[in-house]
């Protein structure tokens, strides 16, 4: 079992939906969680921290369930500037003190 | 601020060749991470770096990878010799910590190895 794993997609969603993402992680004592974004041949971004109580940015809405283990994004009123594949990425020591990222779910936001 | 700068941006190479890589990391930063992107296997952390040290190589591949970190301002990946299936884009991040910090990307390298 992959320690990081997302639905890979694509999502293909028209301008103003909203649109979720679901993470799940294998490591009950991961300790840190946050959301990348990746555009087409570029670097990954941190898009925002996830917190245990959510948290929320704007359009963008992160959430944590500890108990089942998994994160979820959410994005309302989506953009065609929202097309983009996120990362979900899990923190803990045991892993070696290093970020463990996801292979990503593609988003396409279409007119 | 520059951000993290890779070089090249780009490299085409045979099979057989050597292939160094470099970075530069964020002044101040004290974690530099090597990582490949593969579409099969999404993105792969090779080995990091605390204060120059390198801390866990576990995800380096084989023998023909090598990283060094000769001080703060700059890392290197090398691999000798070179194979076909080493071809992805090699990014190179750094960060204040590895606790979990976020780490700032650079542009990466698109390695072609024909």
């Known amino acids: 079992r992959k320690e990081v794993e997302q639905d890979p997609g694509p999502f293909n969603v028209p301008e103003g939906a909203t649109v979720a993402f679901n993470c799940t992680y294998s490591?009950?004592?991961?300790?840190?969680f946050f959301w990348y974004r990746q555009d087409c041949r570029k670097e990954p971004k941190l898009l925002m921290s996830?917190?245990?109580s959510g948290n929320e940015d704007g359009r963008f809405t992160a959430q944590l369930n500890r108990a089942s283990q998994y994160i979820s994004l959410l994005i309302r009123d989506s953009k065609l500037s929202d097309s983009a594949t996120y990362l979900c990425?899990?923190?803990?020591?045991?892993?070696?003190?290093?970020?463990?990222f996801g292979t990503g779910t593609q988003l396409k936001v279409e007119l | 601020d520059a951000g993290v700068i890779q070089s090249p941006r780009h490299e085409v190479t045979e099979m057989g060749q050597e292939v160094t890589l470099r970075c530069k990391p964020i002044?101040?930063?004290?974690?530099l991470f090597w990582y490949r992107q593969t579409m099969m296997r999404g993105l792969e952390l090779l080995i990091y770096?605390?204060?120059?040290?390198?801390?866990?190589d576990s995800g380096m591949p084989e023998d023909r990878f090598s990283a060094k970190m000769p001080n703060a301002s700059f890392s290197t990946l090398k691999i000798q010799p070179s194979e076909p299936r080493d071809s992805a884009v090699y990014f190179c991040?750094?960060?204040?910590?590895?606790?979990?910090?976020?780490?700032?990307f650079g542009p990466g390298t698109r390695l072609t190895v024909l």
């Open positions: 770096f605390n204060n120059n040290v390198p801390i866990d």
């Open positions: 991040a750094s960060s204040w910590t590895s606790g979990g910090d976020t780490q700032y």
């Open positions: 002044s101040g930063h004290n974690s």
């Open positions: 990425v899990v923190y803990f020591t045991g892993g070696g003190n290093k970020l463990t």
């Open positions: 490591n009950s004592a991961s300790q840190s």
């Open positions: 996830v917190y245990s």
